[in-house]
Each structure stands twice: as C-alpha cells, then as structure tokens.
Antibody
Framework: EVQLVQSGAEAKKPGESLKISCTGSGFRFTTYWIAWVRQMPGKGLELMGVIYPEDSDTKYSPSFQGQVTISADKSTSTAYLQLSSLKASDTATYYC??????????????WGQGTLVSVSS | QSVLTQPPSASGTPGQRVTISCSGSSSNIGSNYVYWYQQLPGTAPKLLISRNDQRPSGVPDRFSGSKSGTSASLAISGLRSEDEADYYCASWDDSLSGFKWVFGGGTKLTVL
C-alpha cells in the first residue's frame, strides 16, 4: 500500500525554525518526485517546490524560492520541508505528494495527510 | 492571483449535473494536460482526473473531465451530498521559467 506519512502538528513562535518530514512506503521512493504544497487557512493550494530523492534535484516555485528549503534522504525514503524565521503568515497546512513525472504528464497521485503548522507569539 | 482561473463557487441539488470550469492560456491548458483534485472538508486533496479525462482507479464514473482549447471542465453527474468539497484544476505552464506546475484557485461546491 502506497503511503506518505507526514510528521505531526507543530506550534511555533515567530523567528523559530521548523523541519517537516514526509516518509514514503509501498513504492520506490527514489523514482518519484515529491512535491510540497501549502494551504493557508481557508485558502487554496500553492505548490512550493519539488525534489527528486534519487539525486536531490530540487525546483522551487518563485514565490517560495529562498524562503524554504526542500531536501530528501533516500536512505530513509523521507523528504523534508524546512521553514526558517517563521512568521505568523507561515501558519498553514503543508502537504507532501508524489508524482512520477515532473512535467506536463505528471500528476500528484498520492498525498500525505498534511502537517498543520501554527505560528503565534 | 492564480494562473488558472476557476469560479470560486458552484452549487447543485442532489441528482443534478454540475460543471466546474478552469480557464487558462495557450502556454498551459492549451498545450498541456489538465488535472483535477478533490479536497473534502478537513482532508488532504485527492487526484480525481488525470491527463484531461482519465479517472484513477476508484474514482466513480460520475466524474468526468474534458478540455477544449485553453479551457477545461470537470463535470459531476448524479450529484451527491458527499461530493461537497473544494475542486482544483492544475496544469503545466511552458511560459514559466523554473517551476512550471500551476494550480487554479479552487471552486467550492455546495450540494443544496
């Protein structure tokens, strides 16, 4: 069974950092792109970036370039999303999802359960 | 402002057929596949339609996708209360540098 299991909810203070994990199982992790998607409260889906765990090739959406860091550890089939200098506006649910292709033919066919991040003083 | 444009809301009564539109341009929908995702309240999104009109395993045939020119549509026939959700279209945009996946802003479907 394909699964993407994300780390649990986090409550942080402004200025702190955070690293969310997404662990895949039931499929060959290194042959899929892993995408990170942000959903702010009551808002739509925003693609943040993707990583190919086999060689850590990473691509960021312009809106998130320089603001977040995406990484992966293929030995543990885990992708990470790092957020630094957190602000209240980083409060959101963050999802990981997989795609076999990074291209026109790529769809996000399995999603993690989401990680709720709350940033408040 | 999303690259793909969807109506913010749609509604229908049980049993009715509803459609949700997704408008783009020649650099995205006009020359690339369209995908649709369903997000039920409080849950993660789920792939509903792949490559314009392909239903993944387990998706009821009440859901169908189509594309014409620079627009795409999701149709839901025999509307049911459990279809109440947010629906997002997505595509690839050749005109963007770097990251090329784009989402629509989402449509909230209400079953009256």
């Amino acid at each position: 069974e394909v699964q993407l299991v994300q780390s649990g909810a986090e409550a942080k203070k402004p200025g702190e950092s955070l690293k969310i994990s997404c662990t895949g199982s039931g499929f060959r992790f290194t042959t899929y792109w892993i995408a990170w998607v942000r959903q702010m409260p009551g808002k739509g889906l925003e693609l943040m970036g993707v990583i190919y765990p086999e060689d850590s090739d990473t691509k960021y959406s312009p809106s998130f370039q320089g603001q977040v860091t995406i990484s992966a550890d293929k030995s543990t089939s885990t992708a990470y999303l790092q957020l630094s200098s957190l602000k209240a506006s980083d409060t959101a649910t963050y999802y990981c999802a997989r795609s076999y292709y990074y291209g026109s033919g790529g769809d996000l066919d399995f999603w993690g359960q989401g990680t709720l991040v709350s940033v408040s003083s | 402002q999303s690259v793909l444009t969807q109506p913010p809301s749609a509604s229908g009564t049980p049993g009715q057929r509803v459609t949700i539109s997704c408008s783009g341009s020649s650099s995205n929908i006009g020359s690339n596949y369209v995908y649709w995702y369903q997000q039920l309240p409080g849950t993660a999104p789920k792939l509903l339609i792949s490559r314009n009109d392909q239903r993944p395993s387990g998706v009821p045939d009440r859901f169908s996708g189509s594309k014409s020119g620079t627009s795409a549509s999701l149709a839901i026939s025999g509307l049911r209360s459990e279809d109440e959700a947010d629906y997002y279209c997505a595509s690839w945009d050749d005109s963007l540098s770097g990251f090329k996946w784009v989402f629509g802003g989402g449509t909230k479907l209400t079953v009256l």
